[in-house]
């Protein structure tokens, strides 16, 4: 016993406004944080249903099915590949309009797209005994027309207002109640490269691209960023030096993406040759990009497993390198993959690199190898949102609904390995 008088307790008046009043402020500060995740799936959902909307469009395309009678006037047998189908598609689109005047009909002939000539052609082309036979082809519409069909055309608009007259609307329409006109799904999205007509234009090409890119990426910088974490983790004396590159990886991983493309410009186009907009180029731009991630990834997978774990390996007779191989690296792969799965899908939603390494020059073709020039998904997406025609709107909104997708899945992906491999301790 002090002597000292003890405390009288607060009136219980007091206590309970106190406690009052922080319930309250906890309230608010819960409200908050409610408030700022409501706002924040509302914008998502903005964000993505604006996208939606927008893309759609692109999901259907609009085709016209045309006769074609192969004149053998204006393709030869012995030579198919050099007639005139120009004139066959002009001739097909002015018999399925009978009633329009011969001068109209040639300017009508724009209804079909410019692939229709070319469609034709392969198909004679494959079998020569058609010259002289009627061959009947479904063919996209040319985009004033497709644009017309899916409303985003204005008939009430005054026709000098109009990208279509008066009598290319109702040749049209005769065609439409003629039962010529079809909406299906537009697979040429997907399986058609590049194109300067809206209606033709397809991701092929991106795709491609951004495949032999990101494979190009990972197989440099899986194996170097795990090597290089595993020796400074595992191996690495510590002292200045070590310190020293731990820092400058950190602060590579900080950088921005752009340094990396001018690092790219300089070295690999103007130090090695290598050829411009081609994918080896780009994955190696998005390797250096990526490297420092793999490495910060791998370090803190290495870092989580127990240390009872090296020193029980230890204890029985294995080697630091047996340790490290056989322990300790297995135990961490989950967490250095899914840091790999997340730095690959950052590398892949990357443009300001690849444009600075051409690679987002008009690519009318797939890349047959990461040596041919080719686009990325998400230098195509600018190419299509920089275009003027009014068709390339949805297809740029499809082209990013078609990115997020696969950034979705590598991220459901790293997600799914960190759950169904990870171990607790």
């Keep these: 016993m002090t002597?000292?008088?003890?405390?009288?307790?607060?009136p219980a008046g007091d206590g309970r406004a106190r406690l009052r009043r922080r319930h309250r402020r906890e309230g608010v500060l819960r409200g908050f944080g409610l408030a700022a995740i409501a706002v924040a799936f509302l914008m998502l959902a903005l964000l993505v249903g604006s996208l939606v909307v927008t893309g759609w469009q692109a999901i259907r395309q609009t085709h016209v099915t045309l006769d074609f009678v192969i004149d053998p006037a204006k393709v030869k047998a012995d030579k198919p590949e050099a007639g005139n189908y120009r004139a066959l598609v002009q001739a097909g689109v002015a018999a399925a309009?009978?009633?329009?005047?011969?001068?109209?009909?040639?300017?009508?002939?724009?209804?079909?797209?410019?692939?229709?000539?070319?469609?034709?052609?392969?198909?004679?082309v494959a079998n020569p005994g058609l010259i002289g036979q009627s061959v009947t082809l479904t063919v996209p519409v040319s985009d004033p027309y497709d644009q017309l069909n899916k409303g985003l055309i204005d008939r009430a608009t005054p026709e000098a207002n109009r990208r279509l007259s008066d009598a290319e609307v109702a040749a049209f329409?005769?065609?439409?109640?003629?039962?010529?006109?079809?909406k299906p799904f537009n697979w040429g999205l997907f399986t058609n490269a590049d194109s300067r007509f809206p209606e033709l234009a397809g991701l092929k090409g991106a795709v491609v691209g951004s495949f032999y890119a990101l494979l190009t990426c990972f197989v440099l910088s899986f194996p170097m960023g795990i090597g290089a974490?595993?020796?400074?983790?595992?191996?690495?004396?510590?002292?200045?030096?070590s310190d020293f590159i731990e820092i400058n990886i950190n602060n590579l991983a900080a950088v921005p993406?752009?340094?990396?493309?001018?690092?790219?410009?300089?070295?690999?186009?103007?130090?090695?040759?290598?050829?411009?907009?081609?994918?080896?180029?780009?994955?190696?731009?998005?390797?250096?990009?990526?490297?420092p991630t793999i490495i910060i990834a791998t370090r803190a997978a290495l870092k989580a497993v127990p240390p009872s774990i090296r020193e029980a390996a230890l204890g029985i007779g294995a080697s630091t390198q047996q340790v490290v191989f056989h322990h300790v690296l297995p135990l961490a792969m989950p967490g250095i993959l899914t840091g790999t799965i997340l730095g690959l899908a950052?590398?892949?939603?990357?443009?300001?690199?690849?444009?600075l390494i051409g690679m987002n020059a008009f690519i009318t073709a797939a890349p047959g190898s990461p040596f041919d020039p080719a686009t990325a998904l998400p230098t195509q997406i600018l190419i299509w949102a920089d275009s003027t025609e009014r068709g390339f709107v949805s297809r740029t909104s499809a082209a990013v609904l078609v990115l997020l997708g696969f950034l979705l899945i590598m991220n459901a992906l790293a997600i799914y390995l960190r759950a169904r491999f990870e171990r607790k301790w």
């Design 173 to 182: 329409d005769t065609l439409a109640g003629a039962g010529r006109i079809s």
């Design 346 to 355: 950052r590398a892949l939603g990357e443009a300001a690199p690849l444009l």
């Design 97 to 124: 309009l009978p009633d329009v005047p011969a001068a109209q009909a040639k300017k009508l002939a724009a209804i079909a797209s410019n692939s229709a000539q070319f469609t034709l052609r392969d198909r004679v």
């Design 257 to 291: 993406s752009i340094v990396f493309g001018l690092l790219a410009l300089a070295v690999f186009l103007n130090g090695f040759g290598l050829p411009r907009s081609a994918p080896i180029v780009g994955g190696l731009t998005l390797a250096l990009m990526t490297l």
């Design 229 to 241: 974490a595993i020796y400074l983790e595992e191996f690495a004396p510590r002292n200045r030096v």
């Design 3 to 10: 002597g000292q008088p003890a405390t009288p307790p607060p």
